[in-house]
T-cell receptor, first 116, second 111 residues
Framework: GAVVSQHPSRVICKSGTSVKIECRSL??????MFWYRQFPKQSLMLMAT?????????EQGVEKDKFLINHASLTLSTLTVTSAHPEDSSFYIC????????????FGSGTRLTVV | GESVGLHLPTLSVQEGDNSIINCAYS??????FIWYKQESGKGPQFIID?????DKRQGQRVTVLLNKTVKHLSLQIAATQPGDSAVYFC??????????FGAGTRLFVKA
């Protein structure tokens, strides 16, 4: 159980463009979605938390207008990096959580974003 | 904000030896702790977890110890194998909400 699909695995985009990352929970309903960012040789830092059908809650220092999160369904959430800049280059990882999934939280396989 | 820290950023062990990875956490209200393994370019993979009402939990070749008095976690890997080489993160969770990660320890297994 708790199968997560995250796409794309890698993306290269030009500075100023937007990139959308998808995260799907394949065998459970994700009532909550956590989005993390990981810079090289660093830990995962929580960016935002979203509940299905509600606006996301962003961690301190994360720009909500830059990192748009949509969680319109219980199986899909998207993170859009708008007007991307080289400093946004990072590894983005989703972690969906369902009401039944109380243990061993699952993560997506991550998206390596490179902004050139 | 709150963070979970690690004592050792890198650990090198001989194949077949036991590995011990340590972690200190800061939030005394955390009630659930998880160890993750992350290989290069991949998302974190669940290894083992422990709730705050326990002080030890064993899995296959892995054991997690929790010392709430000093807010310390450790992950013990028995008979370490080359496939265990990765970065290991401890993570804490409070009340089933968001999970906060520690800094990570890179484990090198020498053949």
């Amino acid at each position: 159980g708790a199968v997560v699909s995250q796409h794309p695995s890698r993306v290269i985009c030009k500075s100023g463009t937007s990139v959308k990352i998808e995260c799907r929970s394949l065998d459970f309903q994700a009532t909550t979605m956590f989005w993390y960012r990981q810079f090289p040789k660093q830990s995962l830092m929580l960016m935002a938390t979203s509940n299905e059908g509600s606006k996301a809650t962003y961690e301190q220092g994360v720009e909500k207008d830059k990192f748009l999160i949509n969680h319109a369904s219980l199986t899909l959430s998207t993170l859009t990096v708008t007007s991307a800049h080289p400093e946004d280059s990072s590894f983005y990882i989703c972690s969906p959580r369902g009401q039944e999934a109380n243990y061993g939280y699952t993560f997506g396989s991550g998206t390596r974003l490179t902004v050139v | 904000g709150e963070s979970v820290g690690l004592h050792l950023p890198t650990l090198s062990v001989q194949e077949g030896d036991n590995s011990i990875i340590n972690c200190a956490y800061s939030n005394s209200a955390s009630d659930y702790f998880i160890w993750y393994k992350q290989e290069s370019g991949k998302g974190p993979q669940f290894i083992i977890d422990i709730r705050s009402n326990m002080d030890k939990r064993q899995g296959q070749r892995v054991t997690v110890l929790l010392n709430k008095t000093v807010k310390h976690l450790s992950l013990q890997i028995a008979a370490t194998q080359p496939g265990d080489s990765a970065v290991y993160f401890c993570a804490e969770n409070t009340g089933g909400f968001k999970t906060i990660f520690g800094a990570g320890t890179r484990l090198f297994v020498k053949a």
